[in-house]
């Protein structure tokens, strides 16, 4: 199941967004499509934490067709600190849940002592760290913030991956105009730029008025599949 791959705008509750060091929290609900079938609601949050730290969650549930019925569930969860101007992943959890198999994966960032540990199925990685990393969720939060300053051109994020910490790169476009469930919505369509993507694609629409929350999340798998 694809079911967070594609993401609609429903309804929209904002508590703000501060384009300086700490955002304000925010709380968004949203219909969850395959192949342009719905399959359930997404919610997405932002909030601060004790210590000075962050917390951006996402969770998805099945409640329509075979993923009512195979229970789906899936939630991302990052914790954030925020050095200087910029978010830095402290962890990072992601479960999924479909009948009666599970899938697990998570990041841990020691920048005191140089490392992050990265684990999945297939076991655990200790990679270097790097200053200002983020975890694949978590890079939401700095492309809001740095679409929100004006930023232009490509945008690049240290990310941890199978194969080391890479460079995500982002290419934002002009303002254009999406139709949502809120109306007719001023959006900056920002895609993810692969070297190799054997037509795998993300693309992100985020709301110029709606202080730059996503308003629209598409992901398109080799396969087809949205």
């Not at 996402?58 to 067709?65: D, H, L, P, Y």
């Not at 009948?99 to 841990?108: G, H, M, P, Q, T």
Request: glycine content about 10%; proline content about 4%.
């Amino acid at each position: 199941f694809l079911i967070a791959s594609f993401v609609a705008a429903s309804q929209l509750a904002i508590s703000g967004w501060a384009i300086a060091a700490a955002p304000k929290p925010f709380r968004a609900e949203y219909s969850a499509l395959r192949n342009g079938e719905k399959l359930g609601v997404a919610t997405i949050g932002f909030s601060a934490r004790p210590g000075g730290r962050f917390e951006l969650l996402t969770a998805t549930r099945g409640s329509e067709g075979l993923a009512a019925v195979a229970g789906v569930s899936i939630e991302e969860r990052s914790v954030l600190a925020w050095a200087g101007n910029r978010p830095e992943t402290v962890s990072y959890r992601y479960l999924q849940q479909v009948a009666w198999k599970n899938r697990e994966r998570r990041v841990d960032v020691d920048a005191p002592a140089g490392k992050i540990i990265r684990s999945d199925k297939n076991g655990s990685q200790v990679l270097r760290y790097q200053p200002g990393v983020l975890d694949r969720h978590a890079v939401t939060v700095a492309l809001m913030q740095d679409l929100a300053a004006g930023k232009t051109g490509d945008l690049l994020y240290a990310v941890p991956e199978r194969e080391g910490v890479v460079s995500q790169r982002y290419r934002p476009s002009g303002i254009e105009s999406l139709d949502t469930d809120l109306g007719r919505q001023r959006v900056i369509r920002v895609e993810r730029i692969r070297d190799d993507s054997n037509g795998r694609s993300t693309v992100v629409w985020f709301g110029v008025d709606r202080q730059f929350l996503p308003l629209r999340i598409l992901q398109t798998e080799p396969n087809g599949d949205s």
